[in-house]
T-cell receptor
Framework: KQEVTQIPAALSVPEGENLVLNCSFT??????LQWFRQDPGKGLTSLLL?????REQTSGRLNASLDKSSGRSTLYIAASQPGDSATYLC?????????????FGTGTLLAVQP | DVKVTQSSRYLVKRTGEKVFLECVQD?????MFWYRQDPGLGLRLIYF???????EKGDIPEGYSVSREKKERFSLILESASTNQTSMYLC??????????????FGNGTRLTVT
């Protein structure tokens, strides 16, 4: 059974710092991995989707990497800003069965201090 | 941009009431999902649908049912609300074809309180 883990559960950094969020998964047979952002009391916003055949995706100050063989993904945020404060979740889509079911991690709560 | 709209941001219902949560998406997506999110438990899939009138149970379907009569609309029904169904409910959608490339789009959520 696929399990997705995000460590740390919470992270606080000063504004301007570059940071890395971690996501690990136990079963490497995945279609894709997605990173989401969730603001308090709101829904999730898709940030980046990495297909299983890809190694990384970039969008602005965000860069996500995927290493299927080791079951790991990282989300790199460059030059962090207070507006980046949110919970970041990763999710994987498994091969087989209901192919569109995502399995989510429990998230990392990021606070960027001005 | 894809828009997923949930009809209510906050709902307060009494134990035993029948509750309807509505979700509409405007991008002609085949797949629609209902999740609930609870502190410490993360997001858990209740039901999903990959086409009109089609539905599949997720991980925690007990106490819930769904309806998909039109492609753009997916309803979650709590047949007899209970206090343990107090939660944040999130609707989402994406394409079925080329799903490997299709990110999941979420609504803003409905916070349901059952008293």
């Amino acid at each position: 059974k696929q399990e997705v883990t995000q460590i740390p559960a919470a992270l606080s950094v000063p504004e301007g710092e570059n940071l890395v969020l971690n996501c690990s998964f136990t079963d490497s047979a995945i279609y894709n991995l997605q990173w989401f952002r969730q603001d308090p009391g709101k829904g999730l916003t898709s940030l980046l989707l990495i297909q299983s055949s890809q190694r990384e995706q970039t969008s602005g100050r965000l860069n996500a990497s995927l290493d299927k063989s080791s079951g790991r993904s990282t989300l790199y945020i460059a030059a962090s800003q207070p507006g980046d404060s949110a919970t970041y979740l990763c999710a994987v889509t498994n091969y087989g069965g209901a192919t569109n079911k995502l399995i989510f991690g429990t998230g990392t709560l990021l606070a960027v201090q001005p | 941009d894809v828009k997923v709209t949930q009809s209510s941001r906050y709902l307060v219902k009494r134990t035993g009431e029948k509750v309807f949560l509505e979700c509409v998406q405007d991008m002609d997506h085949e797949n629609m999902f209902w999740y609930r999110q609870d502190p410490g438990l993360g997001l858990r899939l209740i039901y999903f649908s990959y086409d009109v009138k089609m539905k599949e149970k997720g991980d925690i379907p007990e106490g819930y049912s769904v309806s998909r009569e039109k492609k753009e609309r997916f309803s979650l029904i709590l047949e007899s609300a209970s206090t343990n169904q107090t939660s944040m409910y999130l609707c989402a959608s994406n394409r079925r074809r080329r799903a490997v490339n299709s990110p999941l789009h979420f609504g803003n959520g409905t916070r349901l309180t059952v008293t």
